[in-house]
């Protein structure tokens, strides 16, 4: 994902896909800075969210 200068990245980014349904992916954070993290080309970094399974059926 690529945002402008100046402007503030999504928190939380859902996407979905045809197999699996719908993910999310959090932003990650520099650990002592607390800005959006970037990788070595400058792009934002993105973690999945863990998907907790479905409640059983009773």
């Known amino acids: ?11 939380l980014v859902e ?3 045809a197999v ?5 992916y959090r932003l990650a954070l520099h ?3 607390q ?8 792009r934002l970094v993105y973690l999945p969210v863990a998907r907790l399974p479905a409640d059983p059926l009773p």
């Open 1 to 11: 994902m690529d945002v402008a200068p100046g402007e503030v990245p999504a928190g």
């Open 15 to 17: 996407l979905s896909t």
């Open 20 to 24: 699996d349904g719908e993910w999310s």
């Open 31 to 33: 650990p002592v800075t």
């Open 35 to 42: 800005h959006p993290a970037r990788d070595h080309q400058g």
